[in-house]
């Protein structure tokens, strides 16, 4: 069975700061896809940054890159320049196959907070 | 921008009626999905949807739930009898062959 793990409850990052969200997972599947999501306090779940298990390079989407590390089983999400926006709880989710969404299995989540 | 739309967005409803929670996926996606969030917990996969039937279910998609689709652009996620521990954020999401899936905004159930 497939297993995410988000150890930070919580973070707190300097407004314009990088800061790093942790993301273990657990799978003896090949195939998978990594994914990260947003949810501000309104709810919504808003797709940041996807990475697929065969995929050679590090994921990047304007100011998230996905930091893979595929031997220790990481996909370690990174903000840089921290916007008071960015405050919101932050999901990494896996699903069984590289390019698919099916039956996606989600981590607890962090909760970020941007300070001014 | 395409998106995901559910209605309505906070439900409240007496324990023991039926619900219905709707959705309208982005139009070209052929997968479809209802994730459910109790409050303050993660993100549960109930169910996936493709081809007119359901592919996969959860342990919790139990004989209380159905899902359709009933004329090509909405997709439901029906619970009959509701129990308090039906209160959730339920999420329908969709996608395209081989690409992530986007959410809706959510419906906020109550059961009271």
């Known amino acids: 069975a497939q297993k995410i793990t988000q150890t930070q409850p919580g973070m707190f990052v300097q407004e314009k700061e990088a800061v790093t969200l942790d993301c273990t997972y657990d799978?003896?599947?090949?195939?998978?896809?990594l994914f990260w999501y947003k949810q501000p306090s309104s709810g919504e779940m808003i797709f940041l940054i996807y990475?697929?298990?065969?995929?050679?390079q590090n994921a990047t989407e304007g100011r998230y890159s996905l930091n893979f590390q595929k031997a220790r089983k990481s996909a370690n999400l990174v903000i840089s320049a921290s916007q008071l926006g960015d405050s919101a709880m932050y999901f990494c989710?896996?699903?069984?196959?590289?390019?698919?969404?099916?039956?996606?299995?989600f981590g607890k989540g962090t909760k970020l907070t941007v300070n001014p | 921008e395409p998106e995901v739309t559910q209605t309505p967005s906070h439900q409240v409803t007496q324990m023991g009626q039926e619900v219905i929670l709707r959705c309208v996926p982005i139009?070209?996606?052929?997968?479809f999905y209802w994730y459910r969030q109790i409050l303050g917990q993660k993100v549960e996969f109930l169910v996936s949807?493709?081809?007119?039937?359901?592919?996969?279910k959860s342990e919790i998609f139990d004989d209380q739930f159905s899902v359709e689709r009933p004329d090509g652009s909405n997709f439901t996620l029906k619970i009959r009898s509701t129990k308090l521990e039906d209160s959730a954020m339920y999420f329908c999401?969709?996608?395209?062959?081989?690409?992530?899936?986007?959410f809706g905004q959510g419906t906020r159930l109550t059961v009271v």
């Open positions: 989710a896996m699903s069984r196959y590289q390019g698919g969404s099916e039956k996606l299995v």
């Open positions: 139009s070209n996606h052929l997968y």
């Open positions: 949807f493709y081809n007119n039937e359901i592919s996969e």
């Open positions: 799978t003896s599947d090949p195939s998978y896809g």
């Open positions: 990475q697929g298990s065969y995929d050679q």
């Open positions: 999401a969709s996608s395209a062959s081989n690409t992530e899936a986007f």
